[in-house]
């Protein structure tokens, strides 16, 4: 559980460099173990970015200390041009939170509890807007305790949005829910981008920050390993490529050239720096004897292979 009187660090300034949070050789300690060993992450305005990392990593201490809930050892951070070790009312009204686990009055209707989160914040959203931006209108009269599981995460996504926050932080919105369930709440989070709002989420899910996030951040060993967009990071995008094909009578390998070649039973495995020429080659030539290419297919590392290989490196 959070202390929220466990804050301190820093001297309050302005951001770093301009970014909506910005933290630099964040350090957190619990007795001798050092949880964080100097973090460094940049979240630009109008951005969705995902916090990948292992059980025990310290994830959600990074994320305490930026919501200011957890004091720090060293380092410097700010977030939309305060110092978190230091709140204020008014920076807090430019923050939404949406917890992992929360507990709501569940005899409340969802219009009710919008209403009452708004009565907190100098110049809300409307609670009728709101409650239609999360997609529950037709839920409002509802109480909370008889919503889904869902609908309960998309209130709680309303209860953030509600203050018109700059800032939300999501933590693990997704854990538990059915494939439906979830592809849904990720369209409603992809939503946050279209209204302006800086979104930072924790997730477990590799399809979860693919779909969602513009930047990938993977915390690992006290530190951020690696920082990318989904489709480069890590090197993705430049790491060989694996090129698989059932193989068919009258292959001969020479004729892709100078490229790695191994048969996994009835498959043909080629790895290459680029398939292009590869692929060319190999299709001009089943072109010019009419063979079929059973289950051609070119593969490149996924996101979870560059976790993996980074967690396992630390």
Do not use: C
């Not at 008014?90 to 009565?119: C, F, Y």
């Not at 889904?148 to 933590?171: H, K, M, T, Y």
């Not at 292959?251 to 100078?258: H, I, M, Q, V």
């Amino acid at each position: 559980m959070v202390n929220r009187h466990d804050i301190g660090g820093h001297s309050q300034g302005d951001p770093l460099d301009g970014s909506v949070v910005s933290a630099r050789g964040v350090r957190r300690a619990y007795g001798s173990h050092e949880v964080l060993r100097g973090v460094d992450l940049e979240v630009r305005e109008g951005e969705i970015l995902a916090l990948l990392g292992p059980n025990g990593a310290g994830k959600t201490t990074f994320i305490e200390i930026l919501e200011g809930y957890r004091h720090r050892d060293g380092g410097d951070v700010s977030v939309l041009g305060v110092d978190p070790a230091r709140p204020t009312l008014e920076w807090r009204s430019r923050i939404g939170l949406v917890l992992q686990d929360s507990v709501l009055p569940a005899e409340l209707t969802v219009e009710e509890l919008v209403r009452r989160w708004a009565g907190y914040y100098p110049d809300p959203l409307g609670v009728g807007e709101t409650i239609d931006l999360v997609g529950l209108s037709d839920r409002a009269s509802v109480r909370a305790g008889r919503l889904s599981g869902g609908q309960q995460r998309r209130l709680d996504v309303a209860l953030a949005l509600v203050g018109d926050p700059e800032l939300i932080f999501l933590d693990e919105p997704t854990t538990g829910f059915d494939p439906a369930a979830r592809r849904s709440t990720w369209e409603m989070i992809a939503g946050l981008r279209d209204l302006g709002k800086t979104v930072l989420l924790t997730t477990h899910y590799m399809e979860e920050a693919e779909f969602l996030a513009d930047t990938i951040a993977i915390l690992s060993g006290g530190r951020i390993a690696v920082t990318g967009d989904p489709l480069t990071i890590g090197g993705r995008d430049r790491a060989p490529a694996t090129i698989r094909f059932v193989t068919p009578p009258g292959f001969d390998p020479a004729l892709l050239g100078e490229v790695e070649v191994a048969t996994d039973g009835p498959m043909t495995v080629v790895t290459a720096a680029d398939p292009v020429p590869v692929l060319e080659a190999l299709t001009g030539w089943a072109r010019r004897t009419g063979t079929d290419l059973a289950g051609l297919e070119v593969l490149r590392p996924t996101l979870e292979d560059v976790y993996l290989g980074l967690v396992g490196e630390s």
